[in-house]
């Protein structure tokens, strides 16, 4: 298998294994917090295994504790979504980091989005609005704090991903970074769960399989993959991929949980994704 096809091949396992976070994280019957903490300490223990194994060594610095504490926070925050809105909203929202990373970048670096970036911010938080105000004029409830954490959840989600984006460009390997970060958000879910009293431990054999689950398919299966095209494939495209997450994981909610699909949420899912699709192309043609 040439190069080119082992990389779309381990885009499709990507997109396919991280449709399946948010379904694990509801069959797990654990808080969130716990699902979050042992993704991520599983996680850790097998890329820090893989890190051994090649001989690399870890890399610590700032962008560590700053990625660390945002990938805990976007776990933590996300997953408790899950819980308050139904997956397709709660996915769709999440899978929004890039508009507030080209947000920061208008606000931070004094950069003008182009016309092409504002219409997709304008849509992306257009079909958010839907996605909330439109079960409600069906005389659905959509949990408000659900969409609060949702945003939250993307917000950590954009601190992570460019503090990685920052470090890649510095020559750091993927293992030498992604092993201490996931540690570091492993010692803030933990640090959380001690302050709001939450037990990690005593749960039953079905949980921890979901839990095990949890970090080999979506973090080892696709976070892990996703990282590995980006030695071969532009950003652009691996981000992309990942945005095909809402409609991977509404599928299966539907299927597994029974969760139904509004006629609300396909308009409102394209409009979000196709406006995040419009800011991600449009940054890539300004590189």
């Known amino acids: 298998m040439g190069v080119e096809a082992r990389v779309w091949a381990a885009l499709s396992i990507a997109l396919f294994s991280i449709s399946w976070a948010a379904v694990l994280v509801l069959l797990a019957g654990a808080p969130a917090s716990v699902c979050a903490l042992w993704r991520l300490v599983i996680s850790s223990f097998i890329l820090a295994v893989a890190m051994l194994i090649r001989g690399e060594e870890a890399y610590f610095g700032w962008p560590v504790i700053v990625g660390g504490v945002a990938l805990g926070a976007h776990f933590v925050v996300w997953m408790k979504s899950l819980f308050l809105i139904p997956v397709a909203v709660s996915t769709t929202i999440v899978v929004m980091y890039p508009l507030f990373a080209a947000l920061a970048d208008a606000l931070v670096m004094g950069e003008k989005p182009t016309g092409i970036q504002f219409s997709g911010l304008l849509s992306a938080f257009t079909g958010i609005v839907l996605l909330y105000i439109g079960p409600r004029m069906q005389g659905l409830e959509i949990n408000a704090l659900g969409v609060l954490y949702a945003l939250a959840g993307a917000l950590a989600a954009a601190v992570y991903f460019e503090v990685g984006r920052y470090t890649r460009r510095s020559g750091i390997s993927t293992l030498s970074y992604t092993t201490p970060v996931y540690s570091v958000a492993s010692a803030t879910v933990l640090t959380y769960i001690i302050i709001a009293g ?90």
């Open 198 to 287: 939450v037990d990690p431990l005593h749960y039953g054999l079905k949980t921890w399989f979901y839990l095990l689950m949890l970090a080999l398919v979506p973090m080892i299966g696709g976070h892990t993959l996703m990282n590995y095209t980006l030695r071969y494939v532009k950003a652009s495209t691996t981000t992309s991929i990942a945005l095909g997450e809402p409609i991977g994981a509404s599928l299966l909610a539907y299927l597994i949980l029974g969760e139904p699909l509004n006629p609300w949420y396909a308009p409102a899912m394209a409009m979000s994704i196709l406006g995040v699709l419009a800011v991600i192309w449009q940054e890539e043609q300004l590189l």
